[in-house]
């Protein structure tokens, strides 16, 4: 049952009638009704009881809201923040960025993060999917993460996730993820820094530095979609404001004033063409909210 006043009083803000481009990182995107920014663990807890089928965001880098906006209470976690370090453990909490949890083990010389240091994620999304690069996935070293189920406080171990490639248990059961906790293993920093530098080049040399939302597919057979799309001639292709990115095929960037819509269609382009040349369904990853033709 909703309860705005309570929500207020745990500390969180609502943000009515707000335009998502002007939040989200695509930049794009219509009217949200409500937009309820918990500030604590405690606070988004109490956010979600008083809130009936609120989709929950983190950083938007891999989220795209429809034009047309959102009727839902759409609830942001970027203000949940706090890291605690234990042993080789680490525990950050929902809306921590994933880039700061890796420099943190880099200052108390815990290793096994590195290959995941350039993907802005909070940790909610980055758990939620399973995120990963260059063959390291977040489930690799994840040890537990604390859950909210439908109103039950859980701790699942990595075992009880269901992880699997950018996929997870909380994608089906609508589990909202509180806080990971991670379990590295002691290294030397500056090693550690060393292979975070690697890392960061590394994506820097391969992936676009535009605004975008990240590979808008999955692999395909283990082999990036960026490579049938570039090979079915659509790098550099676009539609209103957005392109297919010329540095890497599976990127749509927002070369300015980008809609939703455009991003989008150019998204069915890709996904049409590709179809139609190696009879092969590409499975997005950028997950979609509100209405789209």
């Known amino acids: 049952m909703k309860n705005y006043d309570l929500i207020i009083a745990s500390g969180a803000t609502i943000c009515y009638n707000k335009l998502a481009r002007e939040f989200c990182h695509f930049k794009s995107g219509g009217k949200i ?3 309820i920014k918990p ?3 405690e606070s988004l807890i109490i ?3 008083n809130t009936d089928d609120a989709i929950v965001l983190g950083s938007t880098t891999n989220s795209l809201i429809s034009d047309s906006g959102i009727d ?8 949940v923040k706090g890291i605690e370090v234990k042993d080789c453990f680490i525990t950050a909490m929902a809306g921590e960025m994933l880039p700061k949890v890796c420099n943190v083990a880099k200052e108390y010389g815990l290793s096994g993060l590195e290959g995941l240091c350039g993907i802005p994620s909070t940790i909610g999304g980055a758990v939620y999917m399973n995120c990963g690069a260059f063959g390291y996935n977040i489930s690799d070293v994840l040890y537990c993460v604390n ?3 439908n109103g039950d406080i859980k701790q699942l171990t990595c075992n009880e996730c269901g992880f699997g490639y950018r996929t997870s248990n909380f994608m089906q059961n609508k589990m909202i993820v509180l806080s990971a906790t991670f379990k590295l293993k002691e290294s030397n920093s500056l090693l550690i820094s060393n292979n975070i530098k690697f890392f960061k080049t590394k994506r820097k ?4 530095n535009d605004i975008s939302l990240g590979s808008v597919f999955k692999k395909y057979n283990d082999t990036s979609a960026g490579y049938y799309i570039e090979n079915c001639g659509l790098k550099g292709a676009s539609i209103g404001g957005a392109m297919v990115s010329q540095k890497h095929a599976n990127f749509i960037i927002n070369c300015g004033g980008a809609t939703s819509s455009d991003y989008s269609n150019l998204v069915n ?5 590709v179809l139609e040349k190696y ?3 590409l499975d997005r990853e950028v997950r979609y909210f509100g209405k789209f033709i």
Not at 72 to 79: A, E, Q, R, W, Y
Not at 269 to 273: A, E, G, P, S
């Open 33 to 35: 009704d409500r937009l």
């Open 39 to 41: 500030n604590s663990i």
């Open 47 to 49: 956010c979600l009881q």
């Open 72 to 79: 839902n209470d759409v609830i942001l976690t970027t203000g």
């Open 147 to 149: 859950v909210y189920d």
């Open 205 to 208: 040399q391969s992936q676009p």
């Open 269 to 273: 382009l890709c996904h049409d063409k």
């Open 279 to 281: 009879n092969i369904n």
